[in-house]
């Protein structure tokens, strides 16, 4: 599976911006679908994610703003990120998974990223 994120750019806080994640691969329906985020200086954090059944998991910290979704029949899986906050600020990643939602080493691929900043 490759994939591809797209969707990030400036924003001043409060607004909103959508992210896309483009998938190769006639076996996109059968993974766990994941977003992550990596401000500078810290660790990559779980954001979001979506299993092949569409059950969602998000983090408490973007939980109520963010909201994951996926079109199988496009191979792409969404977040739309509303109430943006400077805090979101980060390359935020799309990945696949057939192990845990929440921890990225448990991701089998990993798009290339898209830098969202959200100014104050």
């Known amino acids: 599976v490759q994939l591809q994120a797209s969707g990030g750019g400036l924003v001043q806080a409060g607004g909103s911006l959508r992210l896309s994640c483009a998938a190769s691969?006639?076996?996109?329906?059968?993974?766990?679908m994941g977003w992550f985020r990596q401000a500078p200086g810290k660790e990559r954090e779980f954001a979001a994610a979506i299993t092949w059944r569409r059950i969602t998991l998000y983090a408490d910290s973007v939980k109520g703003r963010f909201t994951i979704s996926r079109d199988n029949a496009k191979n792409t899986v969404y977040l739309q990120m509303n109430s943006l906050k400077p805090e979101d600020t980060a390359v935020y990643y799309c990945?696949?998974?057939?192990?845990?939602?929440?921890?990225?080493?448990?991701?089998?691929?990993w798009g290339q990223g898209t830098l969202v900043t959200v100014s104050s």
């Open positions: 691969g006639r076996t996109f329906s059968s993974y766990d």
């Open positions: 990945a696949a998974t057939r192990g845990g939602l929440t921890i990225p080493t448990e991701y089998d691929y």
